[in-house]
């Protein structure tokens, strides 16, 4: 049973540009969380996401962040016209309830570089 | 809105001493989680502490949670250079699996 991945690892954008983040869930799971972290900062919820619906976008920017998850496919998170603040380490999680659990399981994480 | 803190943010400890990390949530939490981030890695679920005064135990880790369900603590006996890392809470409110995380601990081991 793959774990949970992410591409790609690492994404280098210069400013403006879009930068576009994918997660696949571990097979079976379909609740997707993507948090930032910042260098040496814990991490930052963003958004929560079953199959085709936003279930809490509250830690989402309200500007140029967008995120889906589509009945078929990943979860993208989608960065328009990207700034130097928005370097940072992107990681999903998705979500297994079993053994009465509401364990967690990260993906690798993708690190963007805002040059 | 909610916050979780975490004491301290870094420890340095020499190989064989003990470690503690303290959380402390604003509000009252549904649960506790604690996760493991290697340098370079992801955070690594641990374990999930539901139950006020719980206390739970992982070989030479010790885990509570208080009876306010508002506290948490890790406790590492003898530390090795493998629980390098940082020790994140994470403390878990009403939406099903949205976590409030700690800013971590980050632990360095000298041998």
């Known amino acids: 049973n793959a774990g949970v991945m992410q591409n790609p690892r690492h994404l280098v954008r210069r400013r403006g540009q879009e930068a576009r983040l994918r997660c696949s869930p571990m097979k079976g799971h379909s609740h997707v969380y993507w948090y930032r972290q910042l260098p040496e900062e814990g991490l930052k919820f963003m958004v929560y996401?079953?199959?085709?619906?936003?279930?809490?976008e509250s830690g989402m920017p309200k500007e140029r962040f967008s995120a889906e998850f589509p009945k078929e496919g990943p979860s993208i998170l989608r960065i328009q016209q990207v700034v130097r603040g928005d370097s940072a380490a992107y990681f999903c999680?998705?979500?297994?309830?079993?053994?009465?659990?509401?364990?967690?399981?990260f993906g690798p994480g993708t690190r963007l570089t805002v040059l | 809105g909610q916050q979780v803190m975490q004491i301290p943010q870094y420890q340095h400890v020499q190989e064989g001493e003990d470690f503690t990390t303290y959380c402390n949530s604003s509000?009252?939490?549904?649960?506790i989680q604690w996760y493991k981030q290697r340098p370079g890695g992801h955070p690594v679920f641990l374990i999930q502490l539901v139950k006020s005064g719980e206390v739970k135990k992982q070989k030479r880790l010790t885990f509570q949670f208080g009876e306010a369900k508002k506290n948490s603590s890790l406790h590492i006996t003898a530390t090795q250079t493998t629980d390098v890392g940082t020790y994140f809470c994470?403390?878990?409110?009403?939406?099903?699996?949205?976590?409030?995380f700690g800013r971590g601990t980050q632990l360095t081991v000298w041998p």
């Open positions: 994470a403390g878990g409110g009403s939406t099903l699996g949205r976590l409030y």
């Open positions: 999680a998705s979500l297994t309830t079993l053994r009465g659990l509401n364990e967690q399981f």
């Open positions: 996401l079953q199959k085709e619906n936003i279930i809490d």
């Open positions: 509000t009252t939490l549904s649960n």
